[in-house]
C-alpha cells in the first residue's frame, strides 16, 4: 500500500494540530477512478472526443438545443451509473475529523453521494436545470435512458415554455457567484490546500491554489501527472485519488 509523503504527512500533522483548516480542491480527475471521463489528457477524454465550442457554451446552446441537451443527458447517465470511488470516501471521512471545506470544479454528485458535503460547486451541477430564458429552477424528469450521443428535444420551462438546460457553468459565462465566493473565503482562510485531480488551466478556479499559498497555506497537489500548478506546491504526490486520499487517514 502507498505511504504518504513524509513532508505531506507532516504538513497536515501540523495542520491538525493546530487548529488549521483544510481546502480541497478537486478536479475531473477526482471521478476518474468511478468512470467518469476527464476532459483532457487521455484519448478518450470528452475535450479530445467532443468539440466544446459546440456544446459547451450558450451559442451552441442557440444553435442546436438537442445536440447540447443529448450530450448533457448522456454525461448525466454516466454520472447516475457510476459509484463514488475510495477517494470521494476518504475525503468525506476526513471531514468528520478535521475543519474541511471542499470546493469542487465538477459537476458530478459524487462527493455528495460519498457522505460529502459540497461547499462550492464553482462550474455548477449537472443535476441543477434551470431555464435557459428566465432562469427558474427545474427538477426532471430524466428517467428515461439516453444512450449515446444521440439528439433530445430539452425539457420546457412550466412558467415561460422556453428550455431548459444544465445547469452547469459554460465557457465564455461568470462562475455562480455564490459558490466562487465561498470558495475564495475556503481558500484565503486553509492552513492547507490539497489539489486533487485538476490540471489547473482552467481560470479563475485554477487561480484558488495560489491564493491560498498567498494567504500563508501550504498547497499538496495529489495528481498522477505534473500539471500547469504543480510549480506553484508545496509539495507533490504523483498519485491517483482513490490510491492517495485513503492513506491521509492513516496521518
Ligand atoms: P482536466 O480534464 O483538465 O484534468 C484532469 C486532471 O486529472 C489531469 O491533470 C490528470 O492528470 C488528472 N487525473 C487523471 N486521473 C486521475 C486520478 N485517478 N486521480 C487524480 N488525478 C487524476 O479536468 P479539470 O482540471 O477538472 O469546465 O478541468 C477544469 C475544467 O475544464 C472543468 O471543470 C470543465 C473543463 O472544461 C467546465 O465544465 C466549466
Same mark, same amino acid.
Given at each position: 500500500?502507498?505511504?504518504?509523503?513524509?513532508?505531506? #504527512?507532516?504538513?497536515?500533522? &501540523?495542520?491538525?494540530?493546530?487548529? @488549521?483548516?483544510?481546502?480541497?480542491?478537486?478536479? #475531473? @480527475?477526482?471521478?476518474?477512478?468511478?468512470?467518469?471521463?476527464?476532459?483532457?489528457?487521455?484519448?478518450?477524454?470528452?475535450?479530445? !472526443?467532443?468539440?466544446?465550442?459546440?456544446?459547451?457554451?450558450?451559442?451552441?446552446?442557440?444553435?442546436?438545443?438537442?445536440?447540447?441537451?443529448?450530450?448533457?443527458?448522456?454525461?448525466?447517465? +454516466?454520472?447516475?451509473?457510476?459509484?463514488?470511488?475510495?477517494?470521494?470516501?476518504? +475525503?468525506?471521512? +476526513?471531514?468528520?475529523?478535521?475543519?474541511?471545506?471542499?470546493?469542487?470544479?465538477?459537476?458530478?454528485?459524487? =462527493?455528495?453521494?460519498?457522505?460529502?458535503?459540497?461547499?462550492?460547486?464553482? =462550474?455548477?451541477?449537472?443535476?441543477?436545470?434551470?431555464?435557459?430564458?428566465?432562469? !427558474?429552477?427545474?427538477?426532471?424528469?430524466?428517467?428515461?435512458?439516453?444512450?449515446?450521443?444521440?439528439?433530445?428535444?430539452?425539457?420546457?420551462?412550466?412558467?415561460?415554455?422556453?428550455?431548459? &438546460?444544465? @445547469?452547469?457553468?459554460?465557457?465564455?459565462?461568470? +462562475?455562480?457567484?455564490?459558490?466562487?465566493?465561498?470558495?475564495?473565503?475556503?481558500?484565503? !482562510?486553509?492552513?492547507?490546500?490539497?489539489?486533487?485531480?485538476?490540471? @489547473?488551466?482552467?481560470?479563475?478556479?485554477?487561480?484558488?491554489?495560489?491564493?491560498?499559498?498567498?494567504?500563508?497555506?501550504?498547497?499538496?497537489?495529489?495528481?498522477?501527472?505534473?500539471?500547469?500548478?504543480?510549480?506553484?506546491?508545496?509539495?507533490?504526490?504523483?498519485?491517483?485519488?482513490?490510491?492517495?486520499?485513503?492513506?491521509?487517514?492513516?496521518?
Amino acid at each position: 500500500m502507498e505511504r504518504v509523503p513524509a513532508a505531506i #504527512a507532516d504538513a497536515l500533522q &501540523r495542520t491538525i494540530e493546530g487548529g @488549521g483548516r483544510i481546502c480541497v480542491l478537486t478536479g #475531473a @480527475g477526482m471521478s476518474a477512478e468511478s468512470g467518469i471521463p476527464t476532459f483532457r489528457g487521455t484519448h478518450d477524454s470528452l475535450w479530445s !472526443r467532443f468539440d466544446p465550442m459546440q456544446l459547451a457554451r450558450a451559442e451552441a446552446w442557440c444553435a442546436d438545443p438537442a445536440l447540447v441537451w443529448g450530450w448533457y443527458r448522456w454525461r448525466m447517465q +454516466l454520472v447516475r451509473d457510476a459509484q463514488p470511488n475510495a477517494g470521494h470516501q476518504a +475525503l468525506a471521512d +476526513l471531514a468528520r475529523r478535521v475543519p474541511l471545506a471542499l470546493v469542487t470544479q465538477n459537476v458530478d454528485d459524487l =462527493h455528495e453521494r460519498a457522505g460529502s458535503t459540497v461547499d462550492a460547486h464553482v =462550474h455548477g451541477s449537472l443535476f441543477a436545470l434551470r431555464c435557459f430564458a428566465c432562469g !427558474r429552477t427545474h427538477h426532471g424528469p430524466l428517467d428515461d435512458y439516453v444512450d449515446g450521443q444521440q439528439k433530445v428535444a430539452p425539457l420546457r420551462c412550466t412558467a415561460c415554455g422556453d428550455a431548459i &438546460r444544465p @445547469g452547469v457553468v459554460w465557457f465564455g459565462e461568470s +462562475l455562480p457567484d455564490e459558490a466562487w465566493n465561498t470558495a475564495v473565503d475556503a481558500a484565503t !482562510r486553509c492552513a492547507l490546500m490539497l489539489v486533487v485531480g485538476t490540471s @489547473g488551466l482552467v481560470y479563475p478556479a485554477a487561480g484558488l491554489p495560489a491564493l491560498a499559498r498567498r494567504h500563508g497555506a501550504t498547497v499538496v497537489e495529489i495528481n498522477p501527472e505534473p500539471t500547469a500548478l504543480s510549480a506553484e506546491a508545496d509539495h507533490v504526490w504523483r498519485s491517483t485519488a482513490a490510491q492517495a486520499l485513503p492513506q491521509l487517514l492513516a496521518v
